[in-house]
């Protein structure tokens, strides 16, 4: 019998953290903050946190035979037998089955699409868009504008032209940045072939490009008269050290430290990077919801 313990970790909750970008486009609108969208922006991140543990399942299923020939893969439950292939795809299929049942059931039609196209999109990147270099990252970024999407349609709000190119652009930065990782631990081309089209030198410069481009689309957004007027501010810049320290930051893990392979557990605990998202946080809620108190 599988034990519970095995399927919450190849459910990876850890993960989990990611689905915050669902609660962005409640966050950037204070008007449209009330009980019913705080609920169901709560039920929109259970729909994407249950898609996700369904993905990484999946993900587990498809790759047991490279990962039991990974050093520290060949221990996720899958691989190491603690749970059967079989197990691990019904298990990847009743999350999946509750996703759908909480999307029917609650959800409007709107966000069930973007969920749709997410599922799709990373089944697809599971049985094959990983294996082709760029487009593997690429798939990767879009993942997390879908579930900005899918808040927004969620609250029946329209995300706003900057919030979709800063979310893309930093999520193709972390994904860049874990390419890079898996470069220098000589990750062979057989476990992840997309690496064949990766080297240091390819994977530097874009991180250099999209970093320039996520610091000038956001400084662009703070000091853009229509979001001056549409928050009553024209103090957003003071955010932008918040920002750029925090790139930074994830940039020198990447080059300097060279740990880059888990996002989520860089984001949940170097303490630096977590200041400045707090920093960023509690900076852009005072300037933005400090007039309406």
Not at 56 to 68: G, L, Q, S, V
Not at 82 to 101: D, H, K, Q, T, Y
């Amino acid at each position: 019998m599988t034990a519970p313990s095995a399927l919450i970790r190849l459910a990876r909750p850890h993960q989990w953290v990611k689905n915050a970008f669902v609660v962005a486009p409640l966050f950037f609108t204070p008007e449209a903050i009330n009980g019913r969208n705080l609920i169901l922006v709560a039920l929109a991140v259970a729909v994407f946190c249950l898609l996700a543990s369904a993905i990484y399942a999946f993900n587990d299923w498809c790759d047991r035979e490279a990962d039991r020939q990974h050093p520290s893969k060949r221990l996720r439950p899958i691989a190491s037998g603690e749970v059967s292939p079989g197990a691990g795809l019904a298990f990847s299929a009743m999350l999946l089955l509750a996703a759908v049942i909480l999307t029917a059931a609650y959800m409007p039609r709107g966000f069930a699409v973007y969920a749709a196209v997410y599922a799709l999109f990373s089944i697809l990147y599971s049985l094959r868009l990983k294996h082709i270099a760029v487009l593997d990252v690429l798939i990767v970024a879009f993942g997390f504008v879908l579930r900005v999407q899918g808040g927004s349609a969620a609250i029946g709000v329209a995300p706003t032209v900057w919030i979709v190119i800063c979310t893309f652009l930093l999520a193709l930065f972390i994904a860049l940045a874990k390419r890079r990782d898996d470069l220098t631990r000589d990750m062979q081309d057989s476990h992840r072939p997309a690496l064949a089209g990766y080297n240091l030198r390819f994977v530097d410069s874009a991180l250099s490009i999209v970093l320039a481009a996520l610091l000038v689309s956001y400084l662009v957004y703070t000091t853009n008269e229509g979001v001056i007027h549409r928050y009553g501010t024209d103090q957003l810049y003071l955010t932008a050290p918040f920002v750029t320290a925090g790139v930074l930051r994830y940039l020198q893990i990447a080059l300097v430290e060279e740990r880059s392979g888990s996002p989520t557990e860089i984001a949940l605990s170097d303490r630096f990077l977590m200041v400045a998202v707090l920093g960023w946080v509690a900076t852009f809620g005072w300037l933005i919801y400090g007039r309406l108190l």
